[in-house]
T-cell receptor
Framework: EPEVTQTPSHQVTQMGQEVILRCVPI?????FYWYRQILGQKVEFLVS????????KSEIFDDQFSVERPDGSNFTLKIRSTKLEDSAMYFC???????????FGQGTRLTVV | DQQVKQNSPSLSVQEGRISILNCDYT??????FLWYKKYPAEGPTFLIS?????DKNEDGRFTVFLNKSAKHLSLHIVPSQPGDSAVYFC???????????FGTGTRLTIIP
């Protein structure tokens, strides 16, 4: 069964450092998303991406965040200068063009120290 | 922002009995509702969905009911099995490709 793959599974970084979280969505999917879940809280939307541009972003997704689909297969989330409060599980999701449910990756646990 | 609420943080059910998980929403623009199951250290896994034009959708042991007037949906699992023990998230969106707004989750424990 096709799946969304995320790397790394766990990333520890120092406050102020840049991190890039990587995702390989399901190959024929057209819509891409990043969500995050801070420990003990609900899953919250960060950004959606379609046709090589951001279609919607949340208030969380400020200038420190960016997304890119550099080569037609990978979908990356970059945090330029990490803060302690960026520590969370980050989930990538993708959706095909027919409108079925979004498929989620297994997540990247980001720990900012 | 509490647009989607799951008021029961946890639920315990005997194996073989029915599990009923509830979800309420406040945004009348939501048009599409989904249930996801999540194990620790894994991503959410899709279970079942329903659009606002329906009031019921079934898939095997899972049935989702939607009451639009009450802005309430529920997930029924019958019979419940030990492998159903997980956190269940209700999610809603304004359309098929729109962002998902998640509830806080209900931890379901099936007692053998």
């Amino acid at each position: 069964e096709p799946e969304v793959t995320q790397t790394p599974s766990h990333q520890v970084t120092q406050m102020g450092q840049e991190v890039i979280l990587r995702c390989v969505p399901i190959s024929n999917h057209l819509y891409f998303y990043w969500y995050r879940q801070i420990l003990g809280q609900k899953v919250e939307f960060l950004v959606s991406f379609y046709n090589n541009e951001i279609s919607e972003k949340s208030e969380i997704f400020d200038d420190q965040f960016s997304v890119e689909r550099p080569d037609g297969s990978n979908f990356t989330l970059k945090i330029r200068s990490t803060k302690l409060e960026d520590s969370a599980m980050y989930f990538c999701a993708s959706l095909d063009g027919v409108g079925t449910e979004a498929f989620f990756g297994q997540g990247t646990r980001l720990t900012v120290v | 922002d509490q647009q989607v609420k799951q008021n029961s943080p946890s639920l315990s059910v005997q194996e073989g009995r029915i599990s009923i998980l509830n979800c309420d929403y406040t945004n009348s623009m939501f048009d599409y509702f989904l249930w996801y199951k999540k194990y620790p250290a894994e991503g959410p896994t899709f279970l079942i969905s329903i659009s606002s034009i329906k009031d019921k959708n079934e898939d095997g042991r899972f049935t989702v009911f939607l009451n639009k007037s009450a802005k309430h949906l529920s997930l029924h699992i019958v019979p419940s099995q030990p492998g159903d023990s997980a956190v269940y998230f209700c999610a809603a969106s304004r359309g098929l490709y729109e962002k998902l707004t998640f509830g806080t989750g209900t931890r379901l424990t099936i007692i053998p």
